[in-house]
């Protein structure tokens, strides 16, 4: 285990987590607005909300990572790998992440809503100067452990060719040989990138509270 | 984009087997996890501040490291300390090493979520320990485990599409490779999410009717 693998983990591990970041604040934006489509009034949105958390809850992320990278070239339309990826993990954490802020939001007391409302304020605006901050306050224990879900799952974003922590570290494998300290150490990256993670969230925390 | 149904329809038969071996090496994998996260649990309990902290470190590193690299480090690993796995052993242990970690902290979260009063009011009416954690401790937490544990289970079924990349023949690999194979990956995705979906869904359903069933026999009793 020389200096040089260490290097080259680490740099995987650097587009490991800016993969992640990306998809996870994606996947945060998209799942605010999947969570409002599936506590719509109107009954047609509301269904399309709930099929879409079902659906990218209810079937592997692996089989969403192939079905981007093989269909969408196939629907005309060619990205990079890395864009399908980051799209991937945005599309399925959005189902997780309005799964978890559901409680927060049927959670704001409908007076601050009705108050704004008074005073004027966009719906637009009623939504990110109020329910969200409040929602987001009351369900960030899960909406954190998401985010590091998903940090782990980045590295299936491996299969569909993107030069990520796993992706290095298996091709180090196979031309060093040494599987074993070659995984440990890119599980021991994982750790310290899960371990900022969660640090940067009690961060969060403590500005939000 | 053409969509071939008949293509779909021929594939139903080799589906089926990958689904087969889908559902029994989750099934497989997820009661062994279910067992031994039980065990780490129990013993992180009930066996000193030593075991306590060794059981803490082993789901701290399980918990914050990918399912696709303890797999990786189990089957490629292996052969190098004596361990040489077919695809499918290495799946059936990764995936109780894996689920494990989860299940132990489920089952922890339960242990401490049984009320302290219902324990000493069992031992004031003259339960011995042994009686109090069996007919008491262990049915409320039992009762209160159970959705985050059909939860996990869920995850665990979606976690065993991993296998296909060490080899398992399970449902994913058996589409992907077809889907190749006949360069119809829209047909073969479509199926796979689609089976994966209804696994989910019915596996769902079945979770929500035991807790149904099992708070009702709770409160009968």
């Known amino acids: 285990m020389t200096w040089r693998y260490v290097e080259l983990l680490a740099i995987g591990a650097a587009v490991t987590a800016g993969v992640s970041i990306v998809a996870i604040l994606l996947g945060l934006g998209l799942g605010v607005l999947v969570c409002s489509a599936s506590l719509a009034r109107s009954g047609a949105v509301r269904a399309a909300g709930r099929l879409y958390i079902s659906f990218f809850r209810g079937s592997p992320l692996l089989v969403q990572l192939l079905m981007i990278y093989y269909l969408l070239p196939?629907?005309?339309?060619?990205?990079?790998?890395?864009?399908?990826?980051?799209?991937?993990?945005?599309?399925?954490?959005?189902?997780?992440?309005?799964?978890?802020?559901?409680?927060?939001?049927?959670?704001?007391?409908?007076?601050?809503?009705?108050?704004?409302?008074?005073?004027?304020?966009?719906?637009?605006?009623?939504?990110?100067?109020?329910?969200?901050?409040?929602?987001l306050r009351l369900t960030l224990p899960a909406v954190l452990n998401e985010a590091i879900m998903i940090l782990k799952a980045s590295s299936l974003v491996s299969v569909v060719g993107v030069e990520e922590l796993t992706r290095s570290a298996q091709n180090l494998?196979?031309?060093?040989?040494?599987?074993?300290?070659?995984?440990?150490?890119?599980?021991?990256?994982?750790?310290?990138?899960?371990?900022?993670?969660?640090?940067?969230?009690?961060?969060?925390?403590?500005m939000l509270g | 984009m053409k969509f071939d149904v008949g293509l779909i329809l021929s594939w139903i038969p080799a589906a089926l087997a990958g689904l087969e071996i889908t559902i029994a090496v989750w099934l497989a994998g997820g009661l062994c996890a279910l067992a031994l996260g039980f065990g780490v649990a129990a013993a992180?309990?009930?066996?000193?501040?030593?075991?306590?902290?060794?059981?803490?470190?082993?789901?701290?590193?399980?918990?914050?490291?990918?399912?696709?690299?303890?797999?990786?480090?189990?089957?490629?690993?292996?052969?190098?300390?004596?361990?040489?796995?077919?695809?499918?052993?290495?799946?059936?242990?990764?995936?109780?090493?894996?689920?494990?970690?989860?299940?132990?902290?489920?089952?922890?979260?339960?242990?401490?979520?049984?009320?302290?009063?219902h324990q000493e009011a069992a031992i004031c009416a003259g339960?011995?320990?042994?009686?109090?954690?069996?007919?008491?401790?262990?049915?409320?937490?039992?009762?209160?485990?159970?959705?985050?544990?059909?939860?996990?289970?869920?995850?665990?079924?979606?976690?065993?599409?991993?296998?296909?990349?060490?080899?398992?023949?399970?449902?994913?690999?058996?589409?992907t490779s077809l889907g190749s194979e006949h360069f119809a990956f829209a047909e073969a995705?479509?199926?796979?999410?689609?089976?994966?979906w209804v696994l989910v869904e019915v596996t769902g359903a079945l979770g929500r009717f035991a807790e149904r069933r099992l708070a009702r026999l709770s409160f009968a009793a």
């Open chain 2, 44 to 117: 992180r309990r009930f066996g000193g501040a030593l075991v306590d902290r060794a059981l803490t470190l082993y789901v701290a590193l399980i918990r914050d490291t990918p399912f696709l690299i303890q797999l990786f480090l189990l089957y490629y690993g292996g052969p190098f300390v004596g361990l040489e796995l077919e695809p499918y052993q290495a799946g059936l242990i990764g995936l109780t090493v894996y689920g494990s970690a989860y299940f132990a902290e489920i089952i922890r979260a339960g242990f401490e979520a049984v009320p302290v009063g």
């Open chain 1, 74 to 135: 196939a629907a005309g339309i060619n990205v990079p790998s890395l864009v399908a990826a980051v799209l991937g993990l945005a599309l399925c954490t959005a189902a997780y992440q309005a799964e978890n802020l559901r409680g927060g939001f049927l959670s704001v007391a409908p007076g601050l809503i009705e108050a704004a409302q008074m005073l004027g304020m966009a719906p637009w605006r009623i939504l990110l100067r109020i329910r969200l901050p409040i929602a």
């Open chain 2, 189 to 196: 995705l479509s199926l796979l999410a689609g089976l994966y």
């Open chain 2, 127 to 175: 339960l011995t320990r042994a009686q109090m954690v069996r007919r008491i401790l262990l049915p409320e937490m039992a009762l209160l485990v159970l959705p985050p544990v059909v939860n996990m289970q869920i995850l665990l079924l979606k976690e065993t599409a991993v296998l296909s990349i060490v080899t398992v023949p399970e449902l994913t690999m058996t589409l």
């Open chain 1, 173 to 206: 494998a196979t031309s060093t040989y040494r599987p074993i300290p070659i995984y440990a150490a890119a599980g021991a990256f994982y750790l310290i990138l899960n371990r900022l993670l969660a640090g940067g969230g009690g961060v969060l925390r403590r």
